[in-house]
């Protein structure tokens, strides 16, 4: 098993966020890893980084830590989406999915990695999960225009959402602990008073606290529901994209993992985008990076020694 991480945009920062991070890791963790890119991206970005390397058959030698690596030679649609190809394939063999920062237009008819997700593993339901050092978000809805939320939040859709969600962090061994989830409308609805979406989402609550018998309780209101929560095992459940990452960006900066639930393997990225007025120019700020690789590297060692190891967290 490994962390297969794939390159992302060629004309991004993710490869020199991704060898500077590497720079902090052990021998052990660093042998955990699988970069699946094309030399000729490695070795642009690795010029500009102005530390020796050596880039070899098997692997990449940058200063004193060793990377394994896959080099890749013709291209499907795009650099990008070459790498997350033979990503994908391998992880389902088993490990870990890690995919460096890319740009939408690089897949073939999708706007993303988790829209190209959903429609190869034909799951609607994929969610996507947004951890830092004191805070985990999990959001219902992700790129959907407000005037559509009404009509795609039904009480099924929530349900079949946090369902999965919760069946994919237990079958990690996750660390959670409750589960808050907001309204849609200002104050939760005020009790019918400000529309009456909010009712199904009580009854969502209601069905997953049956079914998986866990702490569970909503909605808040999504502009306080955040005073609720008392440990960062805690997860926040928003309803749509910017009422959960605004609150999630502004707390957190850099330093996030975006994680996909619900796929036949983990998969992390970190919480940023490509910053192509930065590349090459040596000025990245790596930590998002190292805060989401080591993640990924840990859900490593959960998948590996299970339930009863000393990983878990």
């Known amino acids: 098993m490994k962390v297969y991480v794939t390159q992302g945009h060629e004309k991004g920062i993710g490869l020199e966020v991704f060898f500077k991070t590497c720079l902090f890791l052990n021998p052990q963790e660093a042998q955990s890893l699988s970069l699946l890119a094309f030399k000729k991206s490695v070795e642009e970005s690795l010029l500009s980084l102005r530390l020796p390397f050596k880039i070899l058959d098997d692997c990449v030698q940058l200063a004193h830590v060793k990377i394994p690596a896959t080099w890749l030679d013709g291209i499907n649609h795009s650099q990008s989406f070459t790498s997350i190809e033979l990503g994908m394939r391998l992880a389902e063999s088993g490990g870990v999915l890690y995919t460096l920062p890319t740009s939408k237009d690089q897949f073939p008819g999708f706007s993303g990695h988790t829209e190209y997700f959903r429609h190869f ?186 339930q009863n190891s000393s990983h878990k967290s």
């Open 121 to 306: 593993y034909r799951k609607r339901e994929l969610g996507m999960f947004f951890s830092a050092p004191k805070m985990q978000v999990l959001l219902m809805t992700d790129h959907v225009a407000v005037n559509d939320l009404s009509k795609i939040l039904t009480e099924q859709n929530i349900v079949d959402g946090l369902s999965n969600a919760l069946t994919a962090l237990n079958s990690w061994d996750w660390p959670t602990k409750k589960f808050l989830v907001s309204g849609l409308n200002p104050h939760a609805g005020e009790n019918g008073l400000i529309g009456s979406e909010d009712s199904r989402i009580s009854d969502a609550v209601k069905q997953i606290r049956d079914k998986f018998k866990i702490d569970i309780t909503g909605p808040f209101p999504g502009d306080t529901m955040l005073r609720e929560s008392r440990a960062g095992e805690d997860v926040l459940v928003y309803l749509y994209h910017d009422q959960g990452l605004g609150i999630f960006k502004a707390l957190n900066g850099l330093i996030g993992s975006n994680i996909t639930l619900g796929m036949p393997y983990p998969r992390f990225s970190p919480d940023h985008g490509t910053s192509f007025n930065l590349f090459k120019k040596n000025e990245a700020d790596y930590r998002g990076c190292q805060f989401s690789l080591k993640q990924s590297i840990t859900q490593l060692k959960r998948l590996i020694h299970g």
